[in-house]
Structures are given as C-alpha cells and as structure tokens.
C-alpha cells in the first residue's frame, strides 16, 4: 500500500527548531521527487515550499529560503525538513507529497499521493 507519514512536528517557540520526518512506504521514494506543503490556520494549503527530486535537486521557495533544509534518506525511504528560525507564521500543517517527474515541480495537482499532515505550532 503506497503511504506517506509525516511526524515530527509540535510545539516550539519562535526561533526555534523542528525536524519533519516524511516516510515512505509501499514504493521506492527515491524514483520520486518530494515536496512539502503546509496549510496555515484558516488558510488554503500552500507550496510547495520545499522540494527534493529524485535526481536530487533542492528548491526552497523565499519564505523559507536560508532556514529550511530539505533532505532525503533513500536506504530509509525517508525525506526530512529541518526547520530552523522558526516564526510564528511557519505556524500550520505541514503535508508531504510526492511526483513522478524528475522536476521542481511547483503544481500541486502533479502530486498523486498525499500524507496525512503533522501540526507545527510556533508561539511568539
């Protein structure tokens, strides 16, 4: 059964850190490329904001550029999002997804598989 997990998330003051887990399960994630989405309270969900191909390119979009590091562990099936300088409006949920295409691939609809979120709260 193909399956994405995120954990990791929580609670942490501004400025502040967290490392996302997005495991894998059911296929081989490093013939896809990753991406991560989060959905601020109130708000449609946006991203992706960080991506990882299967080739093994990085994108950050600017809001998080310079404090986010996205990385993979194939052996593991697993992709992590370092979060560092956390603000308060990082604040949400925060979704992995993967592609098929070998991309950055910045249309959500490209995505065929979606994890079931994990909650990241920054307070001020």
């Known amino acids: 059964q193909v399956q994405l997990v995120e954990s990791g998330g929580g609670l942490v003051q501004a400025g502040g850190s967290l490392r996302l887990s997005c495991a894998a399960s059911g296929f081989a994630m490093d013939l896809y490329t990753i991406g991560w989405f989060r959905q601020a309270p109130g708000k449609e969900r946006e991203g992706p904001f960080c991506?990882?191909?299967?080739?093994?390119?990085?994108f950050y979009a600017d809001s998080v550029k310079g404090r986010f590091t996205i990385s993979r562990d194939n052996p593991e099936n697993t992709v992590y999002l370092q979060m560092n300088s956390l603000k308060p409006e990082d604040t949400g949920v925060y979704y992995c997804a993967r592609t098929p295409v070998n991309q950055i691939a910045l249309t959500p609809t490209r995505y065929d598989r979606w994890g079931q979120g994990t909650q990241v709260t920054v307070s001020s």
């Open positions: 991506i990882t191909t299967s080739g093994g390119r990085a």
